[in-house]
């Protein structure tokens, strides 16, 4: 948790133990790192005017309870754009960006990178380096 707390974060709950959509009410904003089709249990948390942002939009259904409850959702599809890795690289440069490496593998162990990361309860990004020798 206090990694979380050097992020400024207000509260936390342990979603292994609550589900956050019992306890948490009145946001004005949730990004669901999971979606899916579970990505509606948190309309009801959210105030009127409030946003759902799904990172995986794909089988979400609640289109019709969006509308009754005053809420939206939305999604973006990344792709590469020169303009804004520059404006990142900027933002790192002077730390107002700050990227967490969890933990770094050499490309011939991506296996082990992807067990790392399917093991979950990382703190960061997952890396693979590539040899450039």
């Known amino acids: 948790m206090n990694f979380l707390r050097e992020f400024g974060i ?3 709950i342990d979603y292994t133990k609550i589900n ?5 009410q009145e946001i004005d904003l949730v990004i669901d790192c999971v979606g ?9 948390m959210l105030i009127r005017g409030g946003s759902l942002f799904p990172i995986f939009p794909l089988g979400f259904s609640g ?11 939305s999604s973006t599809q990344v792709r590469s754009s020169g303009a804004q890795l520059s404006e990142i690289a900027s933002l790192l440069d002077s730390g107002t960006l ?8 050499p490309l011939s162990d991506a296996r082990m990178a992807h067990d790392r990361a399917e093991h979950g309860s990382i703190q ?6 590539v040899d450039q020798s």
């Open 10 to 12: 207000d509260e936390f």
């Open 36 to 44: 899916g089709q579970t990505t509606g249990r948190f309309l009801r």
């Open 98 to 105: 700050r990227v967490v490496i969890d933990s770094t593998f």
């Open 124 to 129: 960061g990004k997952v890396v693979l380096t």
């Open 63 to 73: 289109s019709e309870e969006t509308d009754k409850l005053g809420v939206r959702v």
């Open 20 to 24: 956050a959509e019992e306890v948490a």
